[in-house]
């Protein structure tokens, strides 16, 4: 048998147009979300919306949180009527919504159409990750997954930059593009996507009351939801000034201290009933819910790259080095013209050609023509840069500085080139080991970035923070596999979800205040970023602590569980 025809033909056809379309829809969110927190705080005068970075904070919190909330219903939705219609419902949805973005002026306006988009890209995700996992098997899955969060960083690296061209021409293009990458999702999914599951037309098809059996096992019952969502609802009403602080405070206050009562009535007097409302606060498997919670802290911190060091650039970092060192690289490459350039590449190319063709049957083709395309690489990057030397020289003496998510974007393309090196580094270690030291570096970057106020400083900060990025997530995830009972995994790993949505909701809040309050009214954006790398480190600690108290307590019980089992 041939090992390479058997390599092929380990992935079908429709888990590659499954990335494909993965890359295309991250094109369009990250295209949108890099750039939002600049689009909904820059003056109107720009054609943004010249919303406060509070108000701010609170859109990018709240939508997010419900956007990785809904996937658990549009999850079943997509095993009872099919992955391909499902796939074309969100982006009929997201196609008009991500256009109408750019549309809406008022906040109550942008606020339904970004929920609009939300509701969309939670239909999408679901999907795009069952159908890789259908159309891997137990011995593709780990490359196969690798290769499909492999293409969610190429997209959400490539929407950034295409974004920062565009929106020099107006902010309305980046909208239009972000609708664009979707449509173009129509292509693929209607020509080339073949249903990967016959779920929908079986017996095991998920019913919305089992998700919502599953909701309650794990997570908590009604009561504690209805509990949750007030006190939800009320912290939106204080960050977007509807209900000062103080007032939200004493509401909070008292409906936090009317449900524990109730409770205790209940539980005093044995009342119970069919009814939710009759039903005390009920926690599902708490020790679960107790590591998302901490978890959703690593998350809060992660979410800063997003929300708020795109304003922190604009408003107090300068990129003026960044450039000057570029102008001084090009400087030394201007005898590397492009003819020069294309007859060295000429001749790069014709030597590869010829040493491949030499060494055909052997193993050193491959190497030969990677690299040599290596070497084409750099040679053209070399040429490049020494072609836009007067380029440079122009924006320094205009005073420009680089747009803030090109600088972001550096933790995508770090993620691109070294997540592999990471994985292999780190894979001698404990999940825990790794989610942990992976925590404290990511914090550590978040700290330093109170001090950067350069722009080769600032990348220093966002490529620190990626390593700790490489570190912590994928182990997260494997952990919760190692410590939950075993007939429950696929279960938990399902809503892992959770841990991110909550980061979102208490990142994007917390961006907003602590910009608004700390970093501009009393210009201390140090003690700012301080307080989210505190936060990183506090989850570090806080998973030592439930490692060491909370974990051995759980595996206890699974295993008498499983002895008193018949």
């Known amino acids: 048998m041939d090992p390479q025809g058997d390599s092929q033909q380990k992935f079908p056809k429709t888990f590659w147009v499954a990335n494909v379309m993965e890359i295309f829809e991250r094109m369009a969110w990250y295209g949108f979300f890099s750039v939002s927190s600049l689009y909904i705080t820059n003056p109107r005068s720009e054609g943004a919306l010249g919303f406060t970075s509070e108000q701010r904070g609170t859109l990018q919190g709240v939508i997010t949180f419900i956007l990785y909330m809904l996937p658990v219903l549009s999850g079943a939705l997509a095993d009872r009527y099919g992955y391909k219609k499902m796939f074309i419902v969100a982006y009929a949805i997201l196609t008009p919504a991500y256009f109408l973005l750019g549309q809406a002026h008022s906040y109550i306006g942008f606020f339904f159409v970004f929920l609009f988009v939300a509701v969309g890209a939670a239909i999408f995700k679901p999907v795009v990750v069952g159908t890789v996992a259908r159309t891997t098997t137990e011995k ?56 990967p599951t016959t779920e929908a037309r079986s017996e095991t098809a998920r019913t919305f009351k089992k998700v919502i059996r599953d909701m309650v096992e794990v997570l908590g019952n009604w009561r504690l939801f209805s509990a949750v969502l007030v006190v939800f609802v009320f912290l939106v ?4 000034g509807w209900v000062t602080w103080r007032l939200t405070g004493y ?3 008292v409906w936090v201290g009317w449900n524990l009562l109730y409770d205790l009535i209940l539980w005093f007097t044995k009342t119970g009933g069919r009814s939710w409302l009759l039903s005390p606060m009920r926690i599902g498997n708490w020790r679960f819910v107790l590591f998302l919670v901490i978890l959703s802290g690593f998350w809060t911190a992660f979410n800063q790259i997003f929300m708020t060091m795109p304003e922190y650039i604009r408003d107090f970092v300068h990129t003026r080095d960044i450039l000057l060192s570029l102008q001084g690289a090009s400087g030394n490459l201007l005898w590397l013209t492009w003819p020069r350039a294309s007859t060295v590449s000429f001749v790069l190319v014709l030597v590869v050609l010829i040493a491949a063709s030499l060494t055909r049957g052997t193993r050193a083709p491959k190497p030969i023509m990677i690299s040599g395309l290596s070497v084409l690489a750099v040679l053209l990057l070399c040429a490049g840069l020494g072609n836009i030397y007067e380029r440079l020289q122009g924006a320094i003496a205009s005073g420009y500085e680089v747009n803030p998510e090109y600088i972001i974007n550096i933790d995508a393309g770090a993620i691109i080139a070294f997540q592999v090196l990471v994985s292999f580094t780190m894979k001698r270690f ?28 600032i990348i220093g900060t966002i490529v620190i923070f990626a390593f700790g990025e490489m570190a912590a997530s994928p182990k997260s995830q494997e952990y919760i596999g190692r ?14 979800f959770v841990a991110i949505a909550l980061g979102n909701l208490s990142g994007g809040l917390l961006s907003g205040i602590c910009y608004q309050r700390i970093a501009l009214d009393l210009n201390r954006p140090d003690i700012m970023w301080w307080i989210f790398g505190v936060i990183s480190f506090g989850t570090a600690a806080a998973l030592l602590v439930y490692n060491k108290y909370v974990v051995p307590g759980w595996k206890r019980e699974v295993a008498a569980q499983n002895a008193s089992a018949p």
């Open 483 to 496: 410590v939950a009972p075993q007939d429950k995994v696929a279960l938990f790993m399902g809503y892992y």
């Open 237 to 240: 009403c204080g960050t977007n």
């Open 251 to 253: 509401i909070l206050a």
């Open 140 to 195: 593709t899955s780990s490359m196969g997954f690798g290769i499909f969060y492999m293409m969610v960083n190429i997209g959400g690296f490539l929407g950034p930059i295409v974004a920062g061209i565009v929106r020099g021409w107006s902010w309305k293009w980046v909208f239009v593009m972000s609708s664009l990458w979707i449509a173009m999702n129509f292509i693929w999914v209607t020509l080339l996507y073949k249903e």
């Open 430 to 457: 404990q999940p825990f080991v790794t989610m942990v030291v992976g925590t404290i570096v990511a914090g550590i970057g978040i700290a330093l970035a109170g001090w950067a106020i350069t722009g080769w400083f």
